[in-house]
T-cell receptor
């Protein structure tokens, strides 16, 4: 069955460092992969989308890579700030379907 | 705000009650979704509507009944729920025919007692 794993349930890092979150998947060939941010008690908010033919995408302090051979995506937050503390979800999708399949998320805490 | 509004934000209901969750979007999206989010579990897709027609129904118990009267509104009717149905219920919308992101509402925190 299709499975998405996000490397750790929780990750603590010091302010100013780069946070790296991992998303691995099996038994799936996504056309694209997305990253969302979720704060407690709120719905996920979209951050970045990367397609299968793209290796890397950037937006301000965020960077996403997508390796379809390794079946892995890495999500980086550079110069992290306490305000970046949240749960980050990866989601996979295929063209022509309405399904977004989500991972369980990684709870990031940036320490001041 | 994302443009997707859910009401109520919190709901406590007994196992014999009937209640409804409401979702509204005015983003011009043609697909709407219900997800269930339980602690330490990934978001579970429950239902998808495209152009007001149900296109996904992921083996959800019949005590959950969706309704999509038009492309801007989505309901989830609840009856005779179980305590294990307590969770955060999230509505989302998207341009269903494109590779694009989903916009989520704030969710309804449901507690079944």
């Amino acid at each position: 069955s299709q499975k998405i794993e996000q490397n750790s349930e929780a990750l603590n890092i010091q302010e100013g460092k780069t946070a790296t979150l991992t998303c691995n998947y099996t038994n799936y060939s996504p056309a694209y992969l997305q990253w969302y941010r979720q704060d407690p008690g709120r719905g996920p908010v979209f951050l970045l989308l990367i397609r299968e033919n793209e290796k890397e995408k950037r937006k301000e302090r965020l960077k996403v890579t997508f390796d379809t051979t390794l079946k892995q995506s890495l999500f980086h937050i550079t110069a992290s700030q306490p305000a970046d503390s949240a749960t980050y979800l990866c989601a996979l999708g295929q063209s022509g379907t309405y399904k977004y399949i989500f991972g369980t998320g990684t709870r990031l805490k940036v320490l001041a | 705000e994302t443009g997707v509004t859910q009401t109520p934000r919190h709901l406590v209901m007994g196992m014999t009650n009937k209640k409804s969750l409401k979702c509204e979007q005015h983003l011009g999206h043609n697909a709407m979704y219900w997800y269930k989010q339980s602690a330490k579990k990934p978001l579970e897709l429950m239902f998808v509507y495209s152009l007001e027609e149900r296109v996904e129904n992921n083996s959800v118990p019949s005590r959950f009944s969706p309704e999509c009267p038009n492309s801007s509104h989505l309901f989830l009717h609840l009856h005779t729920l179980q305590p294990e149905d307590s969770a955060l219920y999230l509505c989302a919308s998207s341009h269903g025919d494109r590779v694009t992101e989903a916009f989520f509402g704030q969710g309804t925190r449901l507690t079944v007692v």
